[in-house]
């Protein structure tokens, strides 16, 4: 295995359940289990029965973390991005707009230490610069660049 997979997922940074500090949860994984095959699916990786804070040093079990939201945050984020741009007038106005809610939602569930936030402020910025280009005006405030 290579130094990523045997390291701390840092890509899933959560915030902690017991002391409530941004993207100190990082995933325990058990043991590397024994591959009889050279194919790895996702559906055969274990995820992490276990959470590490490395603010206060609690262990929480998944069960008390936000895996669903995590879950159904990193269906829509790429899912958003793999759509497109559309080139109507005003889409780019409207992406932006959607992955600023995406990326507030990522925040205000599983942290802005998780890569789904990190995803969506990237398109967020994307679609912003897209709309410098274009129209004359844009309605965001500088506090949403950051």
């Given at each position: 295995q290579?130094?990523?997979?045997?390291?701390?997922?840092?890509?899933?940074k959560i915030?902690c359940?017991?002391?409530g500090v941004?993207g100190?949860c990082?995933?325990t994984?058990?043991e590397?289990p024994?591959?009889?095959?050279g194919?790895?699916?996702?559906?055969?990786l274990?995820d992490?029965?276990?959470?590490?804070?490395?603010s206060?040093?609690?262990?929480?079990?998944?069960?008390e973390?936000?895996?669903?939201?995590?879950?159904e945050?990193?269906?829509?984020?790429?899912?958003?991005?793999?759509?497109?741009?559309?080139?109507?007038?005003?889409?780019s106005?409207?992406?932006?707009t959607?992955?600023?809610?995406?990326r507030?939602?990522?925040a205000?569930?599983?942290?802005?230490?998780?890569?789904?936030?990190t995803?969506?402020g990237f398109?967020f910025?994307?679609?912003?610069?897209?709309?410098?280009?274009s129209?004359?005006?844009?309605?965001?405030t500088?506090?949403?660049?950051?």
């Amino acid at each position: 295995q290579c130094a990523r997979c045997k390291g701390p997922d840092l890509s899933r940074k959560i915030r902690c359940p017991r002391c409530g500090v941004d993207g100190s949860c990082l995933p325990t994984y058990g043991e590397d289990p024994n591959w009889d095959t050279g194919m790895i699916t996702p559906q055969m990786l274990p995820d992490a029965e276990h959470w590490h804070c490395c603010s206060c040093s609690a262990n929480c079990p998944s069960a008390e973390m936000p895996l669903q939201e995590e879950s159904e945050l990193a269906r829509l984020v790429p899912g958003a991005m793999m759509q497109g741009r559309s080139e109507e007038p005003g889409s780019s106005c409207r992406e932006a707009t959607r992955f600023e809610q995406l990326r507030a939602r990522a925040a205000a569930s599983v942290g802005t230490g998780h890569w789904t936030h990190t995803l969506a402020g990237f398109a967020f910025l994307q679609r912003s610069l897209v709309q410098l280009k274009s129209d004359p005006v844009i309605l965001h405030t500088e506090a949403e660049f950051q």
